[in-house]
């Protein structure tokens, strides 16, 4: 699979992707595995309406595990009746799961799904309580313990390997593009190491990491199991099938159960990494052989791997925190060189080292009407241009950020050692103005488990590979990818500059109307003036012709002198020097 990364402006584009987009994958991602209609061996299901605890559906084996009480169409009784007295008073709470321990032989858990209860029975096994307590107890110091993400993975899969006895656990961690990365494993050498590999997202449909999402835990002890159905197959109460997306017995995909067979295993177990309710990865468990894991051993699991998660949620909130706390010491220091200057652009450059701080780039441009500044390594004016051109024809985004640009603009692969990252921020429409900031191409091997171009077609149907052998691919055209306090600065920075335009814009506008302001004034002063002086110049004009007319002997040089009087009189502006 040729990684191909998130849409432009998912902010932080992921690294893979998954092109195989035939028809035939979609089939996978579509079938409906949250209404299988059946249920794995290794327990009974009861379907009970709570509003008078009749049996509306239940497993073929679920005499097997509940007695005699179990009748289709009628009130629980026997031992399922008195689970059933306990369920009316749990039903009208607030909690969605109950769990209740019955004369050591059975373990119980019951919850909701639409109007009816689904309760489910597996054997408990003796003495499964023993120490855990302690042993949790010792996990939660260790993983305190741990500075870092890596360590707390680590720590983690060792911790479930000992408590499940499973061969080989694996933390699998989902990019932005969901492939999966196994990042942390602990093993005995029963199956091969995964560490490391790679996984498309085709391996976990889009529905499968939805289960995944809501129904924390899953198990599945002999991958070679014979499915107990569920009867009957329609709910009476639902006119529908009966929705088992958190039943803990739900039976699983053929296509699953193939996939696991190819990898060697024969039972697994994964449970859910949320982190802030999303889907952060995967603890993944198998076994060369069939291997049970009992009820309060998956529920410690589920509880080791929710601390995990708050732990992996902590150490990020507290990077990111970091990693803001220094941008915003850069952004003060850019704001006040901007503020200084007599304009935005002045006060980027003078201090060229902290624009490109700002977001951890290797290069920017500053790109308007009449100015083209640089900073730091990008391609030439003309390639920065053609990039401008592009993004003013995205009319939806103020900011344009991406780790490929060459999938988006492909006449940037011509320059990805220079820019294959980007973030854009558009100033201004009214006058445009640009600022982009550059990552190189950051050229690596990414090793895959198996060829995953591979589609295995067998009588009209797909199935899942058979080779999970590690298979390199060279990964181009992709830069480190912006965190998401990167591109939170580089967003406060468009505000900032925002806002010092309008300042200046405001600054402008009140000196305009000063001047305008000033120039009434001056027009009312030169209208009074000339007002104010209009009848004195007539009557020196007047008396200037008079004195002329009077005195015609006058010699030529006193009669150009009388004649200099009248002119400078009537001159434009009334004023004149007479030599």
């Not at 006040?336 to 935005?344: E, V, Y």
Request: aromatic fraction near 6%.
């Amino acid at each position: 699979m040729k990684p191909s990364g998130a849409d432009l402006n998912d902010d932080l584009t992921g690294e893979g992707g998954d092109e195989r987009s035939s028809v035939d994958l979609d089939i996978c991602a579509r079938e409906p595995i949250q209404i299988p209609g059946a249920i794995q061996p290794h327990g009974a299901l009861v379907v009970l309406r709570p509003a008078d605890m009749t049996v509306i559906q239940a497993s073929r084996n679920a005499s097997d595990y509940f007695g005699e009480g179990v009748s289709l169409g009628k009130v629980a009784g026997g031992l399922l009746g008195s689970i059933a007295a306990r369920l009316a008073e749990w039903h009208q709470s607030l909690e969605p799961v109950m769990q209740a321990h019955l004369a050591d032989a059975l373990q119980v858990t019951a919850h909701r799904a639409g109007p009816s209860i689904v309760v489910e029975a597996e054997k408990a096994p003796p003495g499964q309580l023993e120490g855990l307590f302690s042993k949790l107890r010792g996990f939660a110091q260790l993983l305190t313990a741990q500075p870092d993400i890596p360590g707390s993975l680590d720590a983690s899969a060792r911790f479930i390997a000992d408590l499940t006895g499973f061969d080989r656990v694996l933390v699998y961690r989902f990019d932005e593009a969901w492939n999966g990365h196994v990042v942390a494993e602990a093993g005995n050498g029963n199956l091969p190491s995964y560490l490391d590999l790679r996984f498309p997202a085709a391996d976990i449909p889009a529905q499968a990491r939805a289960l995944y999402a809501s129904n924390r835990l899953r198990i599945i002890p002999d991958a070679n199991y014979q499915a107990v159905p569920v009867e009957p197959v329609i709910n009476p109460d639902t006119a529908g099938p009966l929705d088992l997306s958190q039943a803990q017995l739900r039976s699983v995909s053929p296509v699953h159960l193939e996939y696991m067979r190819n990898m060697g295993t024969a039972a697994s177990m994964s449970v859910s990494i949320l982190v802030d309710g999303r889907l952060w990865g995967l603890i993944s468990c198998h076994s060369a052989a069939p291997h049970i894991v009992p009820v309060t051993i998956r529920d410690a699991c589920d509880f080791i791997v929710q601390s995990l998660a708050m732990r992996i949620a902590a150490l990020v909130h507290a990077e990111d925190a970091a990693s803001r706390v220094a941008l915003s010491r850069i952004s003060g220091r850019l704001l006040a060189s901007m503020s200084g200057s007599f304009g935005w652009v002045d006060g980027l450059v003078a201090i060229s080292d902290d624009l490109l701080d700002q977001v951890g780039a290797t290069g920017a441009a500053i790109v308007t009407d009449d100015r083209y500044l640089t900073a730091g390594e990008v391609p030439d004016e003309e390639q920065v241009r053609g990039i401008v051109e592009w993004l003013k024809e995205r009319e939806d985004h103020e900011i344009v950020s991406t780790t490929s640009l060459s999938q988006h603009y492909p006449t940037a692969e011509a320059f990805a050692a220079e820019a294959s990252g980007l973030i854009a921020i558009r100033i201004s429409e009214l006058y445009p103005s640009w600022l982009l900031w550059f990552r190189p191409e950051v050229v690596r091997t990414v090793q895959w488990g198996g060829d995953p171009h591979k589609v295995v077609h067998e009588s009209g149907r797909i199935h899942p590979r058979r080779s999970f052998d590690a298979w390199r691919e060279q990964v181009r055209l992709h830069a480190r990818p912006w965190s998401a306090a990167e591109l939170s600065a580089a967003r406060d920075l468009r505000s900032a500059i925002v806002g010092i335009v309008l300042r200046k814009a405001e600054e402008l506008a009140e000196l305009s109307s000063e001047l305008k302001r000033s120039n009434k004034e001056l027009e009312a002063f030169s209208y009074s003036v000339s007002h104010d002086l209009r009848a004195p110049f007539r009557h020196i004009v007047g008396f200037a012709q008079l004195l002329r007319d009077r005195e015609t002997g006058l010699d030529a040089k006193s009669q150009h002198y009388l004649q200099t009087i009248s002119d400078s009189a009537i001159a434009p502006g009334g004023w004149s020097m007479i030599f």
